[in-house]
C-alpha cells in the first residue's frame, strides 16, 4: 500500500515545503495539498518548491475542479511540471468545494466534470482534444504522463470516476462506505469496458496517532472532528440532490448530518471548527484513524483487504511531527511488501 499525506498551504509556505520533505524523509510516496486559493496560499507555486527539494514524492491537489481553474490552464501546469522534475505529478479532481463557493461559485455540474477529466487526462498526457471548436494539444508535452483521480461520493460521479477516471480518491476512511463506493466505480469501469483494476483507489482521511489511553483518544477525536464537518457539505449536496433514502447512498453517510446547520468557510479544515457539534464521536471514530500504531496499520489492513492502494492522511491537527515521524518509523514498514535478502 502507497501512503500519502496532504497538506493545507497555510503559511508560511516554508512549512509546507519543510513538511513535504520530511514526509520524503519517512518513506511517504504522495504529498498532496488542498486547492483553495483564497482560504490558503497558492498550491501550485509551492510545488515546483516541493518538487526541486525532494527526489521521489509524487505532489498534486487533493482536489482541484474546473470552475475556479481552466482545464487548459490545469494541463499545461501539471505537463510543465513534468517536463521539469520528470513526471512526479497527479491530479485529484472534483466538482468544487471551499475553492468555488468561498467566491459565491457553484460546484460543476457532473456532466462538466465529466468532460474536464477526459480533457485535462488528453492535454497533460500530450494528447489532442477538441475544446470549444478547436482543436489543441500542448505541442511541447508528449513526454508528460499525469493520471487524472476524481474525488467521490454520490452515484452519478462515482459512476464517472469509474468510466473515464484513473483513480479514485474517497475522503473517509469507513471500511463500509469505502466498500460501497469502491464497488459503484468498479462497477461502472466494468460497464464502460474497462478492467476495473486499472482504476486506482486512494482513501484519504486524517489519522493521529496517540498512546492509546482515553484521554488521548478524546483529544484526538476533538481535533479530527472538523473533518466530519468537511465531508458533511458533501454528503448535504448528496441528500439535496437525490433525498434521505432510497439507497442512493449508504445510510451511514446520511444520519450524521440530520442536525447539521450550515458551514462557515473560514474555519474549513481546521481542528476545532466551531461548526462541526453536530459530527458525534462514533462518526470520528469512523471515518478518521485514532490509536496506538497498531490501530492505525490494522484499519490500514483492513482498507487494504477491500482493494485500496494508497491512505492518504490528512495532516490537520497539533500533532503534525509526531504523525508523521510514527507513520516513517512503524506504521509505513509495517504495510510495505518485504523482501528477503536470501532464502
Known sequence: MDIGVVLQCTPPAARVIDLAKRAETYGFQYVWTFDSHILWEEPYVIYSKILDETRKVIVGPMVTNPATRDITVTASVF??????????????????????RVTNGKPVSVAELRQAVIDVKGLVNGEAIEYKGNQLRLPWAGASRTGVWVAAYGPK????????GDGFILQLADPHIAEWTIGAVRDAA???????????ICVAAPAYV??????????????????GGMVGNHVADIVERYGEGGGAVPQ???????????????????????????????????????????EHIRRLEELRALGVDQFAVYLQHDDKDHTLAQYGEKIIPAVQEHLRATT
Request: charged residues 25%; aromatic residues 8%; glycine residues 10%.
Open 79 to 100: 505537463a510543465t511540471l513534468n517536463e521539469m522534475y520528470g513526471n512526479r505529478t497527479v491530479i485529484g479532481i472534483g466538482r468544487g468545494d471551499s475553492a468555488v
Open 157 to 164: 460521479v462515482l459512476a464517472l470516476t469509474g468510466e473515464v
Open 190 to 200: 466494468a460497464a464502460a469496458g474497462r478492467d476495473p483494476d486499472d482504476v486506482y
Open 210 to 227: 496517540t498512546d492509546g489511553s482515553p484521554e488521548a483518544h478524546a483529544h484526538a477525536r476533538d481535533q479530527l472532528r472538523w473533518f
Open 252 to 294: 451511514a453517510l446520511t444520519d450524521y448530518i440530520k442536525n447539521r446547520k450550515g458551514y462557515d468557510y473560514n474555519e474549513h479544515g481546521q481542528a476545532g471548527n466551531s461548526h462541526t457539534d453536530f459530527v458525534p464521536d462514533e462518526i470520528v471514530d469512523r471515518f478518521c484513524i485514532i490509536g496506538p500504531p497498531e
